[in-house]
């Protein structure tokens, strides 16, 4: 989606702004999910443990 984005989105100048500031939002979002810690086993939505 982010590579369709970077090379369709830029046809105009509303667009432009609006897809920057998109990628930029996404971007940040992506590094704040991968700084979280590693889910411990037992946790809610955690894989359960191998046997």
Do not use: C, K
């Not at 930029?24 to 999910?33: F, R």
């Not at 700084?35 to 411990?40: A, D, F, Q, T």
Request: aromatic share 10%; no cysteine.
């Amino acid at each position: 989606m982010t590579s369709e984005t970077v090379s369709l989105g830029w046809w105009g100048l509303f667009p432009l702004f609006v897809t920057t500031i998109t990628l930029l939002v996404g971007t940040s979002a992506y590094a704040a999910i991968n700084s979280l810690p590693p889910r411990l086993p037992g946790m809610p939505g955690a894989p359960p443990l191998a046997e």
